[in-house]
């Protein structure tokens, strides 16, 4: 069983940063990889970023590259988000969430979908204002 939290959302202007952070126990961290979801009311939760267990590999959704960054901390079982340059349309719920049959690796485009990961967190909220 893997419990995640996460922390860091907030209410900011257009153009700020935040770091959103999930912290997981209950599993050994880097044997499985981390991605982190958001989901907007009456859209469908998306892929925002992912990495794998071994951190080597990462991947991110086309809306985010250049502004967003996913890392990990394996010895503090902790991935991060950095949103930098944030927009209105970033305004979402944000999950973390594990998939422990990846292993230490990271799989595309089968990574993207939501069912592919078996833990989640229960999510911070991110609302950027114009």
């Known amino acids: 069983q893997v419990q995640l939290v996460e922390s860091g959302g907030g209410l900011v202007q257009a153009g700020a940063s935040l770091r959103l952070s999930c912290a997981a126990s209950?599993?050994?961290?880097?044997?499985?990889?981390m991605a982190w979801f958001r989901q907007a009311p009456g859209k469908e939760r998306e892929l925002v970023a992912a990495?794998?267990?071994?951190?080597?590999?990462?991947d991110y959704a086309d809306s985010v590259k250049g502004r967003f960054t996913i890392s990990r901390d394996n010895a503090k079982s902790t991935v991060y988000l950095q949103m930098n340059s944030l927009k209105p349309e970033d305004t979402a719920e944000y999950y973390c969430?594990?998939?422990?049959?990846?292993?230490?690796?990271?799989?595309?485009?089968?990574?993207?979908?939501?069912?592919?990961?078996?833990?989640w967190g229960h999510g911070t909220q991110v609302t950027v204002s114009s």
């Open positions: 969430a594990a998939a422990p049959k990846y292993g230490r690796r990271w799989y595309a485009p089968a990574g993207y979908i939501p069912k592919e990961y078996d833990y």
């Open positions: 209950g599993r050994t961290f880097s044997n499985y990889a």
């Open positions: 990495i794998s267990g071994s951190g080597i590999d990462t």
